[in-house]
């Protein structure tokens, strides 16, 4: 009994060390809550962060990307028709990706605002709408395609029947890795070798080990809840998107919560000077949340 006794003891005393592990001290300024920067959009989506820090992000409901200057604190009108962009990236060389849903395409924009289309469907077929992209190392992209039905689509006839996560290598081959009930956000990281992707409807985000160009291993469940966007700090912390940011460590256990005045939270990001400022998309407006942590590029 003495020897049972013991174990549960330095169990006891493992799993309280293990909860004081995360130190929100050096995560978050005492006193500093996220900062409405503009309030002038109909629905807010897909920020992502050009090489020098700034923002860009969508508008979809009014077809425009507009970037966040982090120098001037400014928002400003990128481009006019997008093809009604919603998740944005950017590539290896500050090229903008971006899913635009209108006619179920990936565009790639540059800084001049050229646009190249860089795929229309999948083996023939039109796609039911990419939502969100990650560029990786090797120059291809991993995209997850869900269906939601837009009041702008015009003559719309669901050619996929699937909801599934595609990649694209950078030659244009595109092949289909996995399905989902709804695959929405997604996001990965280089260093930890790590592809992200929620299953909204289902209310769970998976997570898989990236094994080489497009290859992957079989998913596994990080946490019970989904996300309409997320992005990940230096630390390999997730944060997720909804009813405001939820954060995970990488283990998958929930460690902070950061609320959103806002009826809808729908993407966020790391952006400004040296990568630590979380960059908030949520319904109507954007927000700025200075930390103490960088995002992983």
Not at 59 to 65: A, G, L
Not at 155 to 166: A, G, H, I, R, V
Not at 177 to 206: C, H, M, R, W
Not at 217 to 240: A, P, Q, V
Request: proline residues 3%; contains cysteine.
């Amino acid at each position: 009994m003495k020897n049972i006794f013991k174990i549960s003891l330095i169990g006891l005393v493992f799993a309280l060390v293990n909860c004081k592990s995360v130190n929100y001290s050096k995560m978050f300024y005492d006193g500093v809550k996220p900062e409405r920067v503009s309030d002038k959009f109909s629905f807010t989506e897909g920020p992502s962060s050009d090489k020098e820090g700034n923002v860009y992000f969508t508008d979809q409901p009014n077809d425009k990307i507009y970037y966040w200057d982090w120098k001037t604190n400014q928002v400003i009108v990128f481009l006019d028709k997008s093809g009604r962009a919603n998740g944005t990236h950017f590539d290896k060389d500050d090229n903008l990706i971006t899913c635009s849903d209108d006619n179920g395409e990936i565009w790639k924009i540059s800084k001049d605002k050229k646009v190249q289309v860089l795929l229309k469907g999948f083996e023939g077929k039109r796609l039911n709408g990419p939502n969100d992209v990650w560029n990786d190392e090797f120059g291809g992209m991993y995209f997850t395609d869900p269906l939601y039905k837009r009041d702008y689509w015009v003559n719309f006839k669901q050619e996929t029947p699937n909801k599934s996560l595609y990649y694209r290598n950078k030659d244009g081959k595109i092949v289909k890795l996995d399905t989902f009930t709804q695959p929405n956000g997604i996001v990965g990281s280089e260093k930890y070798k790590k592809l992200y992707v929620s299953d909204i409807d289902a209310g769970k985000t998976y997570v898989y080990d990236i094994l080489g160009e497009g290859k992957l291993s079989e998913k596994r469940l990080f946490c019970e809840m989904g996300s309409d966007g997320m992005t990940l700090d230096k630390h390999g912390n997730l944060y997720l998107t909804g009813k405001g940011v939820t954060i995970f460590n990488r283990d998958g256990r929930k460690i902070y919560q950061i609320p959103i005045d806002e009826e809808w939270t729908s993407n966020v990001t790391f952006g400004g000077k040296n990568n630590e400022i979380l960059f908030i998309t949520a319904s109507k407006s954007v927000y700025t949340l200075p930390t103490k942590v960088k995002g992983v590029r």
